[in-house]
């Protein structure tokens, strides 16, 4: 089965970038979506088709993916951007999501 | 207006079977391309697929629960329904239902609205 690998967690100060890569075999020629999860809401898509933005979601938020690695970068992050953060693609007819990257803005 | 909302029992006891429905509104699972799935966290865990219906009605399991699954739909009622048989303490989770948009699997679009997601927790 298809896997995805995240970093379990990483940290930022405010206004810098945060970078969360998720690595699978040739995920590349795969799409990626990104979803924020903060505690307490249900999850919120942040990224689909690689690099693009759901209406209503700041610009601050990117992605991107090639090779074996997909990335979500989030430019000017700020003390909301406090969250677990998940990548997902299909396999074959079936989802799947990383394991998660809780990311702690300080 | 697309919304989801789940729904079933808080507590359940280990063994039990539990059913789940998730009613939604602002949409059609007749529409073709529209995929409702069941998705969950365990407390302090991942995120883990867990079943997909599509409007042909053809089901998807997650291959590590497929005999512990059965996800159903009733298009009249806009709802869909997981039951989960045998149910273990590494159960409890919150559960979700979330919706892929029309040609969203094949364009990956991914999963763009979320119901407020359900606890549930499994006592011995």
């Known amino acids: 089965s298809y896997e995805l690998t995240q970093p379990p967690s990483m940290s930022v100060s405010p206004g810098q970038t945060a970078s969360i890569a998720c690595s699978g075999d040739k995920l590349g020629n795969r799409y990626a979506c990104w979803y924020q999860l903060r505690s307490g809401q249900s999850p919120l898509l942040l990224i689909y088709q690689d690099d693009r933005r759901p209406s209503g979601i700041p610009e601050r938020f990117s992605g991107s993916n090639s090779g074996n690695t997909a990335t979500l970068t989030i430019s000017g992050t700020q003390t909301m951007d406090e969250a677990d953060y998940y990548c997902q693609a299909w396999d074959s007819t079936t989802p799947v999501f990383g394991g998660g990257t809780k990311l702690t803005v300080l | 207006q697309v919304t989801l909302r789940e729904s079933g029992p808080a507590l359940v006891k280990t063994t039990q079977t539990i059913t789940l429905t998730c009613t939604f509104s602002g949409f059609s699972l007749t529409t073709s391309g529209i995929f409702v799935s069941w998705i969950r966290q365990p407390p302090g865990k991942a995120l883990e697929w867990l079943a997909l219906i599509d409007w042909h009605e053809d089901k998807y399991y997650n291959t590590s629960l497929k005999t512990r699954l059965t996800i159903s739909t009733d298009t009249s009622k806009n709802q869909v329904v997981l039951t989960m048989t045998n149910m273990d303490p590494v159960d409890t989770a919150t559960y979700y239902c979330?919706?892929?948009?029309?040609?969203?699997?094949?364009?990956?679009?991914?999963?763009?609205?979320w119901g407020q997601g359900a606890l549930v927790t499994v006592s011995s």
């Open positions: 979330a919706r892929i948009p029309p040609g969203g699997k094949a364009a990956g679009l991914g999963f763009d609205y």
